[in-house]
């Protein structure tokens, strides 16, 4: 099956952005606008002729192009939303989505990861302690269900038909199927695939381990790597039109157990392999990708290297010229040419706080490009990260740091919740922010060679 060809398509528009930077801080969930308007200011002139008016032979200022993004602070549950800024370098806070407060919950859900419609009107939100998958209207950023799709419910994506959601639920080692009515704003459980209990799956040598991530290839077909260790990596490959398993493969053969993407226009499938050193137990990490070629169901790419430890995440440009890797624990990675599957430089820091301590380095985790191609942004785990082996998932800055794509280097970090508020009685009781999700809506239209996101 082809993927739909309006899936994340967008019509020719500008594509120029000013240099981010960090306009919000904590406590700036205002909206715009809110404080610009001050009676002192109406004197009763005539406004025909103004200062502000440029002359006729200056050109009038552009409003830059704009998209939303939606950073996930699973440490304290919250959604934090920003649009590039009016003036050059500026980058605002435009709001905040409480997520116990709109589920009427107390505390502990844990957003974890998220995904859009191919029109971006709805994202969906899995939430690893909440045991549910959230769908929020992106326009008012209303939330318009929740689904109790079950416990570690890790990554939840819309399949290119977008008749269904896909959860990958970490706790019951299970693959949910949602029926998904977007319009009418109605979403079921309507199936699973069991994985000790599937006999393919069973059959393939694969008896631990839980799927973890996944995305659709061009054949109709998800790949999923299963985890969350990588002692538990393998891959598990599910046909959507009878929700079965085609293909399975032990971590013997595929010891994937993280970042799934597919290649925009050939078939053929990107993961991830991912350990964490052990000091104490004189054990190197692990930093490898793997490609997969899904028309003839064989492994092209049989474990390069990153250049690095925990490899995880992993973001294409938007010109479809560049495959993003980052290596969680040395704050590092390398961009791979789609074209002939090569590492063709590295990436020295995704994050500013780099060492030899990996206690005191930053740990990036998720990356999403900014729709004109300029940024890739990535998300920084915090102090006390939630998920993940803590001593790769152990950052300093909790965020996302901006990188210039031609220059590689980090342009900024944006803090929503700055660390600097935080004692270390919070740290120690794992209240504290904890970056792990990241999605970019586009809001004006975008020219882009492929899709700003999968499946393609």
């Given at each position: 099956m082809q993927s739909d060809a309006t899936r994340r398509t967008f019509l020719a528009g500008s594509a120029t952005a000013g240099v981010i930077a960090v306009a919000g801080c904590a406590g700036g969930d205002d909206e715009p606008g809110d404080d610009d308007a001050d009676p002192a200011d109406d004197t009763g002139t005539d406004d025909t002729e103004t200062d502000d008016e440029p002359d006729d032979d200056e050109p009038a200022e552009t409003e830059p192009t704009q998209y939303e993004i939606w950073a996930l602070d699973q440490g304290l549950d919250n959604i934090h939303l920003y649009e590039p800024g009016d003036g050059d370098g500026?980058?605002?806070?435009?709001?905040?989505?409480?997520?116990?407060?709109?589920?009427?919950?107390?505390?502990?859900?844990?957003?974890?990861?998220?995904?859009?419609?191919?029109?971006?009107?709805?994202?969906?939100?899995?939430?690893?302690?909440?045991?549910?998958?959230?769908?929020?209207?992106?326009?008012?950023?209303?939330?318009?269900?929740d689904i109790g799709t079950g416990a570690g419910s890790h990554f939840a994506g819309i399949s290119p038909d977008e008749e269904y959601i896909h959860v990958d639920v970490i706790g019951e080692a299970k693959i949910v199927r949602v029926d998904a009515d977007f319009d009418d704003e109605t979403f079921d459980i309507v199936d699973d695939i069991d994985m000790r209990e599937n006999d393919a799956i069973v059959d393939a040598g694969?008896?631990?381990?839980?799927?973890?991530?996944?995305?659709?290839?061009?054949?109709?077909?998800?790949?999923?790597?299963?985890?969350?260790?990588?002692?538990?990596?393998?891959?598990?490959?599910?046909?959507?039109?009878?929700?079965?398993?085609?293909?399975?493969?032990?971590?013997?053969?595929?010891?994937?157990?993280?970042?799934?993407m597919p290649h925009p226009d050939e078939e053929k499938f990107y993961l991830t392999a991912g350990l964490p050193s052990d000091p104490d137990e004189d054990i190197e990490g692990v930093g490898d990708y793997y490609v997969y070629d899904t028309a003839e169901d064989e492994i092209l790419v049989d474990g390069e290297s990153t250049?690095?430890?925990?490899?995880?995440?992993?973001?294409?440009?938007?010109?479809?010229?560049?495959?993003?890797?980052?290596?969680?624990?040395?704050?590092?990675?390398?961009?791979?040419?789609?074209?002939?599957?090569?590492?063709?430089?590295?990436?020295?820091?995704?994050?500013?706080?780099?060492?030899?301590?990996?206690?005191?380095?930053?740990a990036p985790d998720i990356m999403w490009s900014s729709p004109d191609g300029e940024y890739m942004f990535v998300t920084l785990r915090g102090p006390a990260p939630q998920s993940g082996d803590p001593h790769a998932a152990t950052g300093v800055t909790p965020g996302f740091s901006v990188l210039d794509t031609d220059s590689r280097e980090i342009e900024t970090v944006v803090e929503p919740d700055p660390i600097e508020n935080y004692d270390q009685d919070d740290i120690d009781a794992e209240e504290v922010p904890d970056f792990h999700g990241i999605g970019v809506r586009p809001i004006d239209d975008f020219e882009t060679d492929i899709p700003t996101s999968p499946p393609f």
């Amino acid at each position: 099956m082809q993927s739909d060809a309006t899936r994340r398509t967008f019509l020719a528009g500008s594509a120029t952005a000013g240099v981010i930077a960090v306009a919000g801080c904590a406590g700036g969930d205002d909206e715009p606008g809110d404080d610009d308007a001050d009676p002192a200011d109406d004197t009763g002139t005539d406004d025909t002729e103004t200062d502000d008016e440029p002359d006729d032979d200056e050109p009038a200022e552009t409003e830059p192009t704009q998209y939303e993004i939606w950073a996930l602070d699973q440490g304290l549950d919250n959604i934090h939303l920003y649009e590039p800024g009016d003036g050059d370098g500026e980058f605002d806070h435009t709001g905040t989505i409480d997520v116990n407060e709109v589920t009427g919950e107390d505390d502990d859900l844990v957003p974890h990861m998220i995904d859009y419609t191919s029109d971006y009107e709805y994202a969906v939100v899995a939430c690893t302690a909440g045991a549910r998958t959230l769908v929020f209207r992106t326009e008012d950023h209303e939330l318009v269900a929740d689904i109790g799709t079950g416990a570690g419910s890790h990554f939840a994506g819309i399949s290119p038909d977008e008749e269904y959601i896909h959860v990958d639920v970490i706790g019951e080692a299970k693959i949910v199927r949602v029926d998904a009515d977007f319009d009418d704003e109605t979403f079921d459980i309507v199936d699973d695939i069991d994985m000790r209990e599937n006999d393919a799956i069973v059959d393939a040598g694969i008896d631990t381990g839980s799927p973890i991530c996944h995305q659709y290839a061009e054949d109709g077909r998800s790949l999923h790597t299963i985890g969350p260790s990588y002692y538990d990596g393998a891959l598990v490959i599910v046909d959507h039109d009878d929700f079965s398993v085609d293909q399975a493969y032990s971590g013997e053969e595929l010891p994937t157990n993280c970042g799934t993407m597919p290649h925009p226009d050939e078939e053929k499938f990107y993961l991830t392999a991912g350990l964490p050193s052990d000091p104490d137990e004189d054990i190197e990490g692990v930093g490898d990708y793997y490609v997969y070629d899904t028309a003839e169901d064989e492994i092209l790419v049989d474990g390069e290297s990153t250049e690095g430890i925990d490899a995880h995440g992993f973001w294409f440009t938007p010109d479809g010229e560049e495959l993003w890797v980052l290596n969680r624990e040395t704050n590092d990675g390398v961009v791979l040419d789609p074209d002939d599957d090569t590492v063709i430089e590295e990436i020295d820091t995704y994050g500013p706080d780099q060492s030899d301590d990996s206690d005191e380095r930053d740990a990036p985790d998720i990356m999403w490009s900014s729709p004109d191609g300029e940024y890739m942004f990535v998300t920084l785990r915090g102090p006390a990260p939630q998920s993940g082996d803590p001593h790769a998932a152990t950052g300093v800055t909790p965020g996302f740091s901006v990188l210039d794509t031609d220059s590689r280097e980090i342009e900024t970090v944006v803090e929503p919740d700055p660390i600097e508020n935080y004692d270390q009685d919070d740290i120690d009781a794992e209240e504290v922010p904890d970056f792990h999700g990241i999605g970019v809506r586009p809001i004006d239209d975008f020219e882009t060679d492929i899709p700003t996101s999968p499946p393609f």
